[in-house]
């Protein structure tokens, strides 16, 4: 047979009948970024900088080129991101963009491997696992492997599930992560293995994938298939990374290999709001990116559209302290306005009283409350702004909650669509199955070993002699679940109607039976169904819903703006790519921002600047860092120190008020810097 030799899809990136006046339509900075040449490309877009329209340009730029859209990847760590850039895209091209590859990592590592799955042993139809799913998996596999966690001290299953997202994550053996991050584990490291080794060995044998299988998985199907590798590497002529600061070791690894090939790979991102190291992010990928990468062209986007001159004068002059980093000097559009204002307090309430205040101050001002953020370095310390802000009637959103995706009784629901999807999913069987009256863990398992055996569990379970399994008293729920199962088995086309069948016929009794607020359920189920009627199958919204609500990195990232009159609430990890027009940074002592955690290590300490950094440059107008001088603990009355951060700019960057208060005590009574 004669040879066959493959072409390679011709295009001409030439701009030559551009519809967008690119010119007129960006600044001098993001002009040669949308228009530079073929080749490795790294872009430092500072805070506020436009990095998101830069981005959009450069895809039209591209397809107005005449890539074709098959040809480009837009690797984004939101879905709102990525559709959002999509949607700016289409509005200047007025065209569709179907055929463009993009999402967020996760997103598209699903889509391969839905293609290639069968190669790593997986069916096509894998379920992927919230991380709910997960922990409850590992806490199966604990119980197989023979340990008695009521006997026997053993980590619970979200410390096992955390030890081992990290190590898959940062490509780390266990023994090193448990060193690192759980040294108290040390001498349980053997039965931890023996742990993981069933988890991984059961997600193999029901077909399950957890949400790192998503990026594991993948770059082992790019490194143990060259065909494979070969036919993406091949197709993604142009790849676009935004926020690579973020990006893991998994992650960098897969970018590489597929931009192996044309090596036109475009990364985005900002050094200095590199934050993530705890989920695995790896701070070097964007500092070493052009030692990587020959001949890689690096630009700056240092125009800042967001901030007034003193607040980003401010955080130059913080950010410049950092020992490793892109030199970059953020320069304002904007004109002249107030100095942000450093203000210590004599203790935590004397300062969420202060913000309470000042926040109502600003809104019987004019300022709307949706305008207006408290932003701190970790969770616990907003409870007495909480309560303050209750006390005056103030409200606010609170954005380190549950959320939707982790309720139980959202997952409950899910779980039924899951088994119609994957019938071998033997969590979500477990989950349905222990919702029954007098079903329990030993009845979920009989009934589960029963079906499993059956190539259609759904037929199997629906049969009467399946009853025979259930005890007297679980008789009559368990034959409702039968006919439930059969009423669902032909609305398979429509999850949005499964939804209102699995609610109607039994599950909003379950509802009102088990919590206090089970109206509000029922409205959040029943628009959860009303988002459902969107998708015209049930793999697309498993898919679409586990990797809206799945990992962390877009759980801390997928904020966005809100219409509700509220002030926001927020840890700094989740307030990275928003902005306020009034901000209140709290809790800005040593020990509490940074944390006392980073003081043994220097490259902790510096990833609390550049947090440090992300927060000062959330606030568009007016900026407030505060501190208590003292902390009422267990151990008494703890003396606090201004945080570094602060000492660290100069006095003339900022004005520092003194606080008086209806005893007469000022901060000249408590306030110290030593």
């Given amino acids: 047979m004669p040879q066959v030799y493959k072409l390679e899809p011709s295009f001409s990136k030439e701009a030559k009948n551009l519809t967008i006046d690119y010119e007129k339509e960006l600044n001098h900075e993001q002009l040669p970024i949308v228009k530079a040449e073929d080749g490795p490309i790294l872009v430092i877009a500072g805070a506020g900088s436009g990095k998101t329209r830069t981005?959009?340009?450069?895809?039209?730029?591209?397809?107005?080129?005449?890539?074709?859209?098959?040809?480009?990847?837009?690797?984004?760590?939101?879905?709102?991101?990525?559709?959002?850039?999509?949607?700016?895209?289409?509005?200047?091209?007025?065209?569709?963009?179907?055929?463009?590859?993009?999402?967020?990592?996760?997103?598209?590592?699903?889509?391969?491997?839905?293609k290639h799955a069968k190669k790593l042993g997986y069916s096509k139809n894998f379920t992927i696992m919230d991380r709910g799913d997960s922990k409850d998996l590992i806490a199966r596999s604990t119980k197989e492997a023979g340990i008695n966690i009521k006997e026997k001290k053993f980590p619970k299953a979200d410390v096992i599930q955390d030890?081992?997202?990290?190590?898959?994550?940062?490509?780390?053996?266990?023994?090193?992560?448990?060193?690192?991050?759980?040294?108290?584990?040390?001498?349980?490291?053997?039965?931890?293995?023996?742990?993981?080794?069933?988890?991984?060995?059961?997600?193999?044998?029901?077909?399950?994938?957890?949400?790192?299988?998503?990026l594991s998985k993948w770059l082992e199907l790019l490194l143990e298939f060259p065909e494979v590798l070969e036919e993406y590497a091949g197709r993604f002529n142009y790849i676009l990374v935004d926020e690579y600061q973020d990006t893991n070791l998994v992650q960098a690894q897969v970018i590489d290999l597929l931009a192996s090939k044309h090596k036109n790979l475009m990364v985005v991102g900002d050094d200095s709001q590199s934050i993530y190291k705890f989920r695995a992010a790896e701070y070097k990928n964007i500092i070493e990116f052009p030692g990587r990468y020959n001949n890689c062209k690096v630009f700056k986007i240092e125009t800042n559209y967001r901030s007034t001159p003193e607040i980003l004068s401010f955080?130059?002059?913080?950010?410049?302290?950092?020992?490793?980093?892109?030199?970059?000097?953020?320069?304002?559009?904007?004109?002249?306005?107030?100095?942000?204002?450093?203000?210590?307090?004599?203790?935590?309430?004397?300062?969420?009283t202060f913000v309470a205040q000042r926040i109502l101050e600003q809104y019987n001002e004019g300022m709307p409350m949706n305008e207006m953020a408290i932003i701190y370095r970790s969770h616990y310390h907003c409870l007495e702004l909480q309560m303050e802000l209750t006390?005056?009637?103030?409200?606010?959103?609170?954005?380190?909650?549950?959320?939707?995706?982790?309720?139980?009784?959202?997952?409950?629901?899910?779980?039924?669509?899951?088994?119609?999807?994957?019938?071998?999913?033997?969590?979500?069987?477990?989950?349905?199955?222990?919702?029954?009256?007098?079903?329990?863990?030993?009845?979920?398992?009989?009934?589960?070993?029963?079906?499993?055996?059956?190539?259609?569990?759904?037929?199997?379970?629906?049969?009467?002699?399946?009853?025979?399994?259930?005890?007297?008293?679980?008789?009559?729920?368990?034959?409702?679940?039968?006919?439930?199962?059969?009423?669902?088995?032909?609305?398979?086309?429509?999850?949005?109607?499964?939804?209102?069948?699995?609610?109607?016929?039994?599950?909003?009794?379950?509802?009102?039976?088990?919590?206090?607020?089970?109206?509000?359920?029922?409205?959040?189920?029943?628009?959860?169904?009303?988002?459902a009627s969107e998708y015209e199958s049930l793999e697309k919204f498993l898919s679409a819903m586990v990797l809206v609500g799945g990992t962390k990195a877009e759980e801390i990232t997928a904020g966005g703006s809100t219409e509700k009159e509220a002030v926001v609430l927020t840890t700094v990890h989740q307030a990275k790519g928003l902005e306020w027009r009034v901000v209140f940074i709290v809790w800005l002592a040593d020990g509490r921002f940074p944390s006392y955690r980073s003081f043994d290590k220097k490259e902790d300490l510096e990833e609390e600047r550049r947090l440090f950094y992300v927060?000062?440059?959330?606030?568009?107008?007016?900026?407030?860092?505060?501190?208590?001088?003292?902390?009422?603990?267990?151990?008494?009355?703890?003396?606090?120190?201004?945080?570094?951060?602060?000492?660290?700019?100069?006095?003339?960057?900022?004005?520092?008020?003194?606080?008086?208060?209806?005893?007469?005590?000022?901060?000249d009574d408590v306030e110290t810097w030593d």
């Fill in 55 to 114: 981005v959009t340009y450069r895809v039209a730029y591209l397809v107005e080129s005449g890539v074709p859209l098959r040809n480009i990847l837009l690797v984004t760590f939101t879905n709102k991101a990525a559709k959002e850039m999509k949607y700016r895209v289409e509005g200047l091209l007025k065209r569709s963009l179907q055929g463009l590859w993009a999402g967020t990592f996760h997103h598209v590592g699903n889509l391969i491997l839905r």
């Fill in 163 to 214: 030890v081992y997202s990290y190590m898959v994550n940062s490509r780390k053996e266990l023994h090193t992560v448990i060193a690192e991050k759980h040294p108290t584990l040390f001498e349980m490291q053997g039965e931890i293995k023996h742990v993981l080794d069933i988890y991984e060995q059961t997600k193999k044998t029901q077909s399950l994938m957890d949400f790192d299988d998503l």
């Fill in 315 to 352: 955080a130059n002059e913080s950010i410049k302290n950092a020992e490793e980093k892109f030199e970059k000097n953020l320069r304002p559009v904007r004109k002249k306005g107030v100095n942000p204002i450093v203000v210590s307090f004599r203790d935590v309430h004397q300062q969420a």
């Fill in 391 to 531: 006390r005056r009637g103030i409200p606010y959103e609170l954005r380190s909650g549950l959320r939707l995706f982790e309720e139980a009784h959202i997952k409950d629901v899910m779980s039924y669509l899951k088994i119609f999807h994957n019938p071998q999913d033997g969590l979500s069987w477990y989950r349905i199955l222990k919702l029954l009256p007098n079903v329990g863990q030993k009845t979920a398992e009989k009934i589960w070993r029963s079906i499993q055996k059956s190539e259609d569990p759904v037929g199997e379970i629906i049969k009467p002699t399946t009853a025979s399994l259930v005890t007297r008293g679980g008789q009559d729920s368990f034959k409702q679940l039968q006919l439930l199962l059969k009423v669902l088995a032909g609305q398979q086309g429509s999850p949005s109607s499964m939804m209102e069948t699995i609610l109607d016929n039994g599950y909003s009794d379950y509802l009102q039976m088990t919590y206090a607020n089970h109206s509000m359920r029922a409205d959040e189920l029943r628009e959860l169904s009303n988002y």
């Fill in 615 to 667: 927060a000062v440059t959330r606030s568009k107008d007016q900026l407030y860092l505060a501190y208590p001088i003292t902390y009422q603990s267990r151990e008494g009355n703890i003396v606090l120190k201004a945080s570094r951060f602060l000492k660290e700019v100069s006095e003339h960057r900022y004005e520092k008020w003194l606080i008086e208060d209806e005893l007469g005590l000022s901060d």
